[in-house]
Nanobody, 125 residues
């Protein structure tokens, strides 16, 4: 069974940091682009970052650029989202997702085939 599982969410004070993990099982992430999305209550889902299969290219939404950093460790079949300088408006459920992508291609935030169940991130004092 193909599965993505997020972890690492929680409650953090403004200005703090968290690292989310996205572990894959049932398939290898080597040939998949990984994206991170979030959805706050009453708001549409927002695509915030993606990374290509090799990790060579990344994309960030303006709302997180310079604060969030995506990475992947294909040997561990896991992707990460390092979130720094967190703000209350970053509060949301965070999801990772994957879709097959040829090597050397650039990822996008449009269409993803596999999704995790989400992890809650709350930024509050």
């Amino acid at each position: 069974q193909l599965q993505l599982v997020e972890s690492g969410g929680g409650l953090v004070q403004p200005g703090g940091s968290l690292r989310l993990s996205c572990a894959a099982s049932g398939f290898t992430l080597d040939y998949y682009a990984i994206g991170w999305f979030r959805q706050a209550p009453g708001k549409d889902r927002e695509g915030i970052s993606c990374v290509s299969t090799s990790g060579g290219t990344t994309t960030y939404a303006d709302s997180v650029k310079g604060r969030f950093f995506i990475s992947r460790d294909n040997a561990k079949n896991t992707a990460y989202l390092q979130m720094n300088s967190l703000k209350p408006e970053d509060t949301a459920v965070y999801y990772c997702a994957a879709y097959p992508l040829p090597v050397h291609a650039v990822c996008n935030m449009r269409k993803y085939d596999y999704w995790g169940q989400g992890t809650q991130v709350t930024v509050s004092s």
